[in-house]
Structures are given as structure tokens and as C-alpha cells.
């Protein structure tokens, strides 16, 4: 079965390999390091919060970016041990410095879906503008060869996974709170 998952994996990487050109090339470079370190995300987050019409929006971010964290990077990351595609393929020439840590699942994509998704769970037309935005970086991983589609794939559920814990997590927070009749 594993040996079915990572010729698939290969075998779609190679298909978006083949639309490499110097164009793309620069658009998924810049898209990939809007995402490096939660970088668009964790300032996207101070914005919402520094607003006081989008503070709860702001909130539910931050708080399914740090639930990503927890998940994502020191959790599911160490537990699987993932070698990177460009590691068990020597032959790739990357257009970004080599990451370093394990592979699965997609950090970058898990934090963009993490916060897109708790955007768009108040506001539509701008959840879905950055739905966009976190579906571009997420493909600028595998176009860039650092990521398998799998790793893509469990970074969306991951980032939706936290988004709507964070969401629910505010929603009942506010209900312990509010007035009592």
C-alpha cells in the first residue's frame, strides 16, 4: 500500500513538474515564502486583531494557528517522519533552500487552510479570496518538489481540522460568558 501511495505521489509531482517554466517559477517561489513561517498569516492575524470589527476574527486565527502548531509541526511532523520528495529523488533542483524539517503533512498548507478556513467561517468574500491564496501556496509546494501530494492533502484537513476546533472553541467561550437570563 505504501509502495501505491508514493508512486502516486511521484507520479503526480512529475506531471506538475512538466509546467516548470521561469514564470511560474518566480509566482510559486514568491507564494511559497508568503507561507514561510505562518509569515502572511501571523500578520494577517495582528491586523484582524489590532481592528476591532474583525478582533473575534482575529482570535479564531491566532488560536487555529496555535492549535496548527501543536498539531501539525510537534505532533503529526516527529510522529511520521516523512522524507522529503527531493530527498528520495537526488536528481531535483530546488528553487528554495532545502527544508529541513519532515514532510507530512504540509506545514505551509496546513497553516494557510488553518487561517483562510477560520476567515471564511465569518466572512465569505474574504475567506474565500484567501481559500485562493492558501490553495496557490499549498500548490507552490508540490510544484517547488518539497512536498508529496499527500503531504498537501493532510495539511488541508489538518488547517480545516483546527480552524473549526478554534471556531467552536470561541463560539462556546462566548456562550460561558455572555449575559445569563
Same mark, same amino acid.
Given at each position: 500500500?505504501?509502495? %501505491?501511495?508514493?508512486?502516486?505521489? $511521484?507520479? #503526480?509531482?512529475?506531471? *506538475?513538474?512538466?509546467l516548470? @517554466?521561469?514564470?511560474? =517559477?518566480?509566482?510559486?517561489?514568491?507564494?511559497t515564502?508568503?507561507?514561510?513561517?505562518?509569515?502572511?498569516?501571523?500578520?494577517?492575524?495582528?491586523?484582524?486583531?489590532?481592528?476591532?470589527?474583525?478582533?473575534?476574527?482575529?482570535a479564531?486565527?491566532?488560536?487555529?494557528?496555535?492549535?496548527?502548531?501543536?498539531?501539525?509541526?510537534?505532533?503529526?511532523?516527529?510522529? %511520521?517522519?516523512?522524507?522529503?520528495? $527531493?530527498? #528520495?529523488?537526488?536528481? *531535483?533542483?530546488?528553487?528554495? @533552500?532545502?527544508?529541513r =524539517?519532515?514532510?507530512?503533512?504540509?506545514?505551509?498548507?496546513?497553516?494557510?487552510?488553518a487561517?483562510?478556513?477560520?476567515?471564511f467561517?465569518?466572512?465569505?468574500k474574504?475567506?474565500?479570496?484567501?481559500?485562493?491564496?492558501?490553495?496557490?501556496?499549498?500548490?507552490?509546494?508540490?510544484?517547488?518538489?518539497?512536498?508529496?501530494?499527500?503531504?498537501?492533502?493532510?495539511?488541508?484537513?489538518?488547517?480545516?481540522?483546527?480552524?473549526?476546533?478554534?471556531?467552536?472553541?470561541?463560539?462556546?467561550?462566548?456562550?460561558d460568558?455572555?449575559?445569563?437570563?
Amino acid at each position: 500500500m505504501n509502495n %501505491v501511495i508514493l508512486n502516486f505521489d $511521484f507520479s #503526480l509531482l512529475d506531471s *506538475i513538474s512538466a509546467l516548470k @517554466n521561469e514564470y511560474l =517559477d518566480k509566482i510559486m517561489v514568491f507564494f511559497t515564502l508568503l507561507g514561510e513561517n505562518g509569515f502572511l498569516w501571523i500578520v494577517l492575524t495582528l491586523i484582524l486583531l489590532s481592528v476591532k470589527k474583525t478582533r473575534k476574527i482575529g482570535a479564531c486565527v491566532a488560536l487555529a494557528l496555535v492549535l496548527d502548531l501543536l498539531l501539525v509541526n510537534i505532533t503529526i511532523k516527529p510522529l %511520521v517522519a516523512r522524507a522529503r520528495p $527531493f530527498v #528520495l529523488k537526488s536528481d *531535483i533542483e530546488l528553487l528554495i @533552500n532545502a527544508p529541513r =524539517d519532515f514532510s507530512f503533512p504540509s506545514g505551509h498548507t496546513a497553516a494557510s487552510f488553518a487561517a483562510a478556513v477560520s476567515v471564511f467561517l465569518f466572512n465569505k468574500k474574504w475567506g474565500s479570496v484567501l481559500l485562493g491564496v492558501a490553495a496557490i501556496i499549498a500548490f507552490s509546494r508540490l510544484y517547488l518538489y518539497v512536498h508529496y501530494p499527500t503531504d498537501v492533502l493532510g495539511g488541508i484537513l489538518c488547517g480545516l481540522l483546527v480552524a473549526i476546533i478554534a471556531y467552536y472553541i470561541l463560539e462556546k467561550a462566548k456562550k460561558d460568558v455572555g449575559p445569563k437570563s
